[in-house]
């Protein structure tokens, strides 16, 4: 039977800005799949831009495939996912929150930056 | 020639010959095959799944990983046996603790043995994480590394409940919050804080708060102090034995043996909770963590556990 494990890498968390995600070691793993469940956000229309990460020794770090971007839109619905594939022994994401007024740490009408609060799921499988 | 058999055919297996254990195994966790249900902690939430109420110094302890140990200069350095052991990782903040529970429930009452090969790390240097120069660090002298400094605590313990809850714990202080080594194994004096003693008002941790007992004037050393192998560098792995027994039908600690130190652990006191705990009836869960006293990742690796009682 193949191993498998689910790790919540964030939690209820609330994101702004750049940001990445705690280094995870995933060596044992054939395959691999982001789940971003957006519980929240605030800003105009703010969104998640993000990359898969991936480095030989959870120190240095490279955008996996050349840096595919994915956009986690709220208003696309709550849930979102895709695979990483040939990622080699460690995971992480590499985002920005950004929202309609410009890239990076926007502010709105009340002078709070962009953000959203979300739980990131890493489902890894032998 | 006849050879007598084996006083005890369990030991003949060699994933088992390392161990001790009492006359039933009740769990053998060997990393290479899974997590073997070692999972996170984390603190209550309500009947919505409302994780904003979940206390905030229990809402992340990080997710534990299936590591094969691997380091920026050599590689993999690969567990104990085989390639996985389970790593235990902090954030690289003063103060984040990262926990991993495992959780069973009593058949009976007796010794409760809990062995393990484990290994301690604090996170080697890098331009990003700055850990060269974070605090704890000193001068390298091609022994001592900084980062031995730079590692804070790790602990072993149990939550129980007969009716009564109580907590075995052992904690081995590295440094002290001032990143003076200290080699000090530890007990709490208090039992932990709960998410219902939280709920009732009684009280409120911050996010970095050692959620175990969070006055540092509430611990208290037991046993010699006790130096372990950290092995001169942030990227060299060494498997040191820990032997720990309990006896729940006291309510009691017996002994914690570590490599070649045995501390006689019968007067270290289990301090129970005055009030009840319901939905916790023969309660049997052992939790290990790893907490840094400074802005450098802390990491604990567990290359198997062996779970054993008497009953």
């Known amino acids: ?126 | 020639m006849t050879t007598a058999p084996h006083p005890d055919p369990r030991l003949l297996d060699p994933k088992l010959a390392k161990f001790n254990p009492l006359r039933r195994v009740l769990a053998h966790d060997d990393f290479n095959t899974g997590t073997h249900g070692w999972i996170e902690l984390i603190g209550n939430h309500d009947q919505h799944g409302d994780l904003d109420t979940v206390d905030a110094h229990m809402s992340d302890f990080r997710p534990p990983q299936l590591s094969s140990c691997n380091f920026f200069d050599v590689g993999t350095h690969g567990a104990m046996s085989g390639t996985y052991a389970l790593k235990v990782a902090t954030r690289p903040v003063t103060g984040h603790t990262g926990v991993a529970i495992r959780r069973l429930t009593m058949s009976g009452r007796g010794r409760v043995q809990f062995e393990t090969y484990f290994a301690y790390k604090a996170e080697a240097a890098s331009a990003d994480n700055g850990a060269a120069t974070a605090a704890g660090g000193g001068t390298w002298d091609a022994n001592n590394h900084p980062s031995e400094q730079q590692f804070g605590a790790l602990t072993v313990a149990t939550d129980i409940c007969d009716g009564v809850r109580y907590h075995n714990v052992v904690r081995y202080q590295n440094t002290d919050l001032d990143h003076t080594v200290q080699h000090r194994w530890m007990y709490p004096t208090v039992p932990e804080p709960t998410p219902r003693e939280h709920f009732e008002g009684k009280v409120k941790l911050p996010r970095t708060a050692d959620f175990t007992a969070p006055d540092p004037a509430d611990w208290q050393q037991f046993g010699e102090r006790q130096e372990l192998c950290f092995n001169e560098v942030p990227t060299k792995v060494n498997w040191h034995y820990l032997r720990w027994v309990i006896d729940t039908s006291t309510r009691s600690n017996v002994e914690l043996q570590v490599n070649d130190v045995v501390h006689d652990m019968r007067d270290v006191p289990v301090p129970p909770y005055d009030e009840e705990y319901g939905s916790l009836q023969n309660l049997l869960n052992f939790y290990v963590s790893v907490r840094t006293h400074t802005d450098v990742r802390n990491f604990l690796y567990l290359d198997s556990v062996l779970i054993s009682v008497d009953w």
């Open chain 1, 1 to 126: 039977m193949r191993q498998s494990f689910t790790a919540v890498i964030e939690r209820n968390a609330t994101l702004t800005g750049e940001f990445a995600t705690e280094p995870y070691e995933a060596a044992w793993a054939r395959e691999a799949r982001w789940f971003v469940r957006v519980l929240d956000s605030a800003g105009r229309a703010p969104r998640m831009l993000v990359r898969t990460q991936i480095s030989p020794d959870g120190l240095h770090w490279c955008d996996l495939d050349a840096g595919t971007e994915q956009s986690v839109d709220p208003a696309d619905g709550p849930l979102h996912s895709w695979p990483a594939e040939g990622f080699g022994g460690w995971l992480r994401l590499h985002g920005t929150v950004v929202d309609e007024t410009a890239a990076g740490t926007s502010e709105d009408r009340d002078g709070a930056p962009a953000s959203v609060k979300v739980l990131i799921y890493l489902a890894l499988k032998s």
